[in-house]
């Protein structure tokens, strides 16, 4: 005789989704994409075109940048800057620190 099939607890969709999100990694992914856009509206587009976003990852974005100028002037000029404003695009300081690399 087989026994029946445990019944769960009815969950909300909210509930559902967001363990789906989290089970698959596409939780991740997402924050990153949230990231990433912020970070490009923050630079414009013109400027990230040339610095582009590869990874986030414990509060610290990498960027590649294709320029030895580009890369001068985020590093020790501008980028602090553009981190401070993708962080007000997200609403939160999740943007903790900015490394910069030169596109190879």
């Known amino acids: ?7 769960r607890e009815p969950t909300s969709i909210h509930d559902a989704l ?11 992914k997402l924050s990153q994409a949230r990231v990433f856009g912020a970070w490009q ?4 587009a013109e400027l990230s075109k040339r610095a582009i976003p590869v990874r ?9 940048v294709e ?7 985020l590093t020790n000029f501008t ?13 939160a300081a999740r ?7 030169l596109k190879r």
């Open 1 to 7: 005789m087989q026994t029946p099939p445990k019944r």
């Open 41 to 44: 509206v923050a630079l414009g």
């Open 79 to 91: 980028g602090e800057r553009y981190r401070v404003l993708a962080n007000k695009k997200l609403g």
């Open 56 to 64: 986030f990852q414990g509060g610290e974005l990498l960027v590649e």
């Open 18 to 28: 967001a363990a789906f999100l989290r089970d698959s990694g596409l939780d991740t």
């Open 95 to 101: 943007i903790t620190r900015v490394v910069f690399q």
């Open 67 to 73: 320029s030895a100028a580009h890369f001068h002037e």
